[in-house]
C-alpha cells in the first residue's frame, strides 16, 4: 500500500521566516503534485513536478523532487500571512489509463505577524 | 478560466437515504474523478471514470457507490443508502489525460459538497 507522509503536520512561523515542509512516499512514482486548501474550500494546484530533479517556483514557493530519494519538498521563503493555509502532496500512481492521486495528510500552514 | 462546478454545496441527508451529487467537469476533460475528505483528514481517492466507465476505484468505493455521466455535461455520485461515516466533503476532479504514456496530467478540483448525514 503507497504512504505518502508529510513532515511536519502542523507548523507555525512567522514572517519573514524561511522554512521546508517534506513529503516522503513509499513507492516508485515521477509524478507529484503540490495543493493548497483554506478552510472549508477547495485544492488549488500549486505545482506539477514530472521528473527527477524537478523544482518549480512561483513567488515565494518553492518545490523540488527527488524520485531517488522518494521525497518533494515545499520550502517558503520569507513567509507572509497570506500563506497560511494547509499544503498537501499528492502522488500520482495511477495503473489505468486514469490517473489516481494519494494525498499526504497535510501540513497546516500558519504564519504569524 | 474554465473551471469544474459540483452542486450542491451542502447536502444534508438522513441515514439510509440516497443522495447524488453532481459536477460539472471542464468541457475538454475526458477523465474525471471524485475525491472525500472526512473533516480535518486527508484527501481519498474514490474512483476515476474514463469513456464511460470505470477506470480506477479504492476499497472505499463499494457496492453502495455508483457513478454515471447521463449527458455530455454532468458526471454524478450516486451513494445509495447513506452511512453515518459518509458524512464528509467529496470532490469532483477532471483531466485532460490520463497518466499513462504521458508527461503531464493536472487533476482540477471543484468547490466540493458538503455531506452531512444525521
Known amino acids: 500500500e503507497l504512504k505518502v507522509e508529510q513532515n511536519p503536520l502542523f507548523l507555525s512561523m512567522q514572517e519573514g521566516k524561511n522554512y521546508t515542509i517534506y513529503c516522503n512516499y513509499s513507492t516508485t512514482s515521477d509524478r507529484l503534485y503540490w495543493y493548497r486548501q483554506d478552510p472549508g474550500k477547495s485544492l488549488e494546484s500549486l505545482f506539477v513536478?514530472?521528473?527527477?530533479?524537478a523544482v518549480k517556483q512561483e513567488g515565494r514557493l518553492m518545490a523540488s523532487l527527488d524520485t531517488k530519494a522518494r521525497l518533494s519538498t515545499l520550502h517558503i521563503t520569507a513567509a507572509v500571512h497570506d500563506l497560511s493555509a494547509t499544503y498537501f502532496c499528492?502522488?500520482?500512481?495511477?495503473?489505468?489509463?486514469?490517473?489516481?492521486?494519494?494525498f499526504g495528510e497535510g501540513t497546516q500552514l500558519t504564519v504569524n505577524p | 478560466e474554465p473551471e469544474v462546478t459540483q452542486t450542491p454545496s451542502h447536502q444534508v441527508t438522513q441515514m439510509g437515504q440516497e443522495v447524488i451529487l453532481r459536477c460539472v467537469p471542464i468541457?475538454?476533460?475526458?477523465?474525471f474523478y471524485w475525491y472525500r475528505q472526512i473533516l480535518g483528514q486527508k484527501v481519498e481517492f474514490l474512483v476515476s471514470?474514463?469513456?464511460?466507465?470505470?477506470?480506477?476505484k479504492s476499497e472505499i468505493f463499494d457496492d453502495q457507490f455508483s457513478v454515471e455521466r447521463p449527458d455530455g455535461s454532468n458526471f454524478t455520485l450516486k451513494i445509495r443508502s447513506t452511512k453515518l461515516e459518509d458524512s464528509a466533503m467529496y470532490f469532483c476532479a477532471s483531466s485532460e489525460r490520463g497518466s499513462r504514456g504521458i508527461t503531464y496530467n493536472e487533476q482540477f478540483f471543484g468547490p466540493g459538497t458538503r455531506l452531512t448525514v444525521l
Open positions: 471514470f474514463y469513456n464511460n466507465e470505470i477506470s480506477e
Open positions: 513536478l514530472l521528473s527527477n530533479g
Open positions: 499528492a502522488v500520482d500512481v495511477g495503473e489505468t489509463s486514469g490517473s489516481r492521486l494519494t
Open positions: 468541457s475538454n476533460h475526458l477523465y
